[in-house]
């Protein structure tokens, strides 16, 4: 299954979609115009737009405002992946040097936030207060839950609430707004924005928890970034949560510690990937993202059938089946 | 004359913005709770609410809408100052460690994106979208303006025009942003809300040649960050323009070389100082300062007497004869 597929019954919306995108991104700093080339050269799997487009296929059909919430999700999502870079000191994003490698922090948190206020002046523009609603306070949310994240990295006591928690605020609460932002662009009632809302939430829990699975599995050609990033960095995820579970005490007690230490060596990140495959950490958190991707699909089969509902299935799936 | 006398005629509502301010800023993160009580010990001049509440005042009158519209500017404001010292990997703030010095870029980056996403979803929930309109803009003129003068370091050929056009972006366009707020809170028409907008550009830009004049003559026990940093970064501002554009064609290119160099030592900062000085630099820009402050007084003029138009004229003042 390759992700261009479910693109189909939106694939002249998304060319158009691109052009429309790349004009919003336009500004009259040569140094910004310079970045922004460099980040459309290295568009990601364009998930969120698609997300936007389908939901509103589903819920009713596209408009012009469904150009707008699409715009509106990807400024402030690639703004998030460039602030989240600089936080994360990540040197690759898609396989290429990332914003901050190539010309600093400086220029990546200004042109994060650059991103940030041209997604929301866009809905400014367009009167779509509504969009404004949804989207601001997923912003918020996004930042809580890095914040979370870097709070119980510090005390290194992660549980499976917490790592839900924060997945929640983090990953799943932009795509929760994507989908939300694609019923209100088709004009739908509050219900069906809710329902939609609800498949978002799911599916980007899923979607994190196959992200966190393939910082194990996967491998760093394929995935564009070195693996075992998340162990090296202390990030205690959900397949490693579930390994702990299924352990001996004192196996547990050996790899917390390991996670643990300061400066986690390569034959510790090994180390930990083993011990986690050999405890079914990873079958355990596929488990939970398959039963969540399930209840989502459950969901939107309440809306009436059409190539859109049949393609956010797909894509719903293709998030817990991709392999980067 | 001190910054809280031009204060007497919104005392009691700045005690009480202050109270609403705080309530803004909590979250259900405590490792954000504890940046923000930080954050609440060492406020700044307060300056921007000040503006929105002596523009809504001399505007009309003072209102609920007033509250909102300056805990907005503030909440930007304060995003912005933590994002700026990531940028400039500033050690103080006020005299107190930097949040970045404190705990480290990845928690300043996050806060400060919250603080943003808090300010704009203020608007959203109290259904202000004039505020909103206002204030996008404003963001997106501060990141460019920020990225102008990145880019013009690099390139090292800042004249006069583009440090005014920084200028403008940089800092002004937040102080026409706190203005036309205030005016807008009021309910005062369009004519009075481009009035108070023009006299907070120019006030705005008068206030950043004013410290850009104190990076030259102040001392770090006072300014609460060491002086000269602007030099040492390599940043051309108005004084050294003047004093350059006052100097011979030798002297000038001795100077312009000693600040291109990548690496400034203390020598050559305590040189460019005493040439800004012996050149007119300081009073040439001042000059500047003054003038701009004079007419955005004569604009606010046209509004009808009152102790809040009064204050907004002293304030102006102040802009450039404060010495912190």
Request: aromatic share 6%; glycine share 6%.
């Amino acid at each position: 299954m390759n992700q261009t597929q479910f693109a189909k019954p939106i694939e002249s919306h998304l060319e158009r979609f691109n052009r429309y995108f790349a004009r919003q991104m336009r500004s009259s700093v040569p140094l910004l115009n310079l970045v922004v080339r460099y980040l459309l050269r290295s568009r990601g799997k364009q998930l969120r737009p698609m997300l936007v487009f389908l939901s509103a296929g589903a819920a009713g059909g596209i408009t012009d405002r469904t150009y707008v919430g699409a715009a509106m999700v990807e400024l402030l999502h690639t703004a998030t992946l460039i602030h989240d870079d600089v936080v994360d000191q990540a040197p690759l994003r898609r396989g290429l040097a990332s914003i901050n490698a190539v010309w600093k922090n400086k220029v990546a948190v200004l042109v994060g936030d650059f991103l940030l206020a041209r997604g929301l002046l866009l809905a400014v523009e367009h009167n779509e207060y509504d969009f404004l609603r949804a989207t601001a306070d997923a912003v918020r949310r996004m930042s809580e839950g890095e914040l979370l994240q870097v709070q119980n990295f510090r005390k290194r006591r992660t549980d499976e609430s917490m790592y839900l928690r924060i997945v929640g605020d983090k990953t799943a609460s932009l795509i929760t707004t994507c989908c939300r932002i694609g019923a209100i662009s088709a004009g739908a009632d509050t219900a069906v924005q809710e329902l939609l809302g609800t498949f978002g939430e799911k599916v980007g829990i899923a979607f994190q928890i196959r992200d966190d699975v393939l910082d194990y599995t996967s491998r760093t050609a394929i995935l564009g970034k070195p693996i075992g990033h998340d162990i090296r960095e202390g990030k205690i995820t959900l397949p490693l949560l579930r390994a702990i579970a299924n352990a001996t005490a004192n196996e547990a007690k050996e790899i917390r510690q390991l996670v643990r230490s300061s400066s986690v060596r390569n034959g510790s990140v090994e180390r930990v990937i083993s011990f986690v495959e050999q405890h079914g950490g990873i079958t355990s958190a596929m488990d939970t993202a398959c039963t969540l991707v399930e209840d989502a699909i459950a969901l939107i089969e309440q809306l009436p059938v059409s190539e859109y509902r049949t393609m956010l299935i797909q894509l719903a799936r293709y998030t817990i089946e991709r392999n980067k």
